[in-house]
């Protein structure tokens, strides 16, 4: 569902800020996932079987590569959801749902970085991050995008999980995985999606598709 019209969520967005910033950020959202083969909501008709042919595009990476991978996605998530609570685009309930997807990013921040730290790996360095023009202005794009954010970190995690070979981080990205479909059940609540939870399998992405995925936001390599 698009801008913050007809949402069912008992919400109150600000109507005041420009619909037309909104259209841009998602037009902008939207080429950079097409270029992908995602396209936001639409990840969600993918067949299940996508869960079971990716995850050898990971393979040979190692474990820590793997990892450090995933520390991009979630300080690109965590910097957004961040932004978000800072711009003030929210208050209530919704506010209080986007702080906790924040501090539940920052979290797997801090994990994969001690994780990392704790077998020696090097930690990178994080990206400036790059967001569409209107982001941080309109709740409705805020939102969209963050409809498109959650699959591909789903994707990500789905994709590389087979391809580790610790099981005891084998289980800590499962863990994270489950945590990042529950957020995008709690943005499909704030954008009117019913019903919320509307995927019987979460859909895994190839490694090559989730880099075109984030490119656009800093994350490259």
């Not at 610790?166 to 954008?191: G, M, T, Y």
């Not at 939870?197 to 895994?204: G, H, K, R, T, V």
Request: glycine share 10%; aromatic share 8%.
């Amino acid at each position: 569902m698009n801008g913050s019209e007809g949402r069912t969520s008992p919400v109150g967005f600000d109507q005041e800020h420009s619909r037309r910033d909104f259209l841009k950020t998602a037009a902008w959202a939207t080429a950079a996932l097409s270029a992908a083969g995602i396209g936001g909501f639409g990840i969600a008709s993918r067949s299940a079987n996508a869960a079971h042919v990716n995850y050898p595009t990971y393979q040979g990476l190692g474990d820590a590569a793997i990892f450090s991978f995933a520390l991009q996605l979630e300080r690109l998530e965590g910097t957004f959801y961040a932004r978000g609570v800072d711009a003030g685009l929210f208050s209530g309930p919704a506010l209080a749902q986007i702080a906790a997807i924040r501090d539940h990013e920052m979290a797997h921040v801090d994990a994969i970085t001690s994780t990392l730290s704790g077998a020696g790996a090097p930690i990178p360095p994080a990206p400036n991050f790059t967001f569409p023009p209107g982001t941080f202005q309109d709740p409705g794009a805020f939102l969209q995008l963050a409809a498109t954010f959650e699959p591909v970190g789903i994707g990500a995690y789905g994709g590389a999980a087979a391809a580790l070979e610790s099981k005891d981080l084998l289980a800590a990205a499962l863990s994270i995985h489950n945590v990042e479909c529950q957020h995008r059940v709690a943005i499909n609540i704030l954008n009117g999606v019913q019903p919320p939870n509307n995927l019987a399998f979460e859909p895994s992405l190839p490694l090559p598709a989730v880099q075109q995925a984030v490119a656009p936001f800093g994350i490259t390599g």
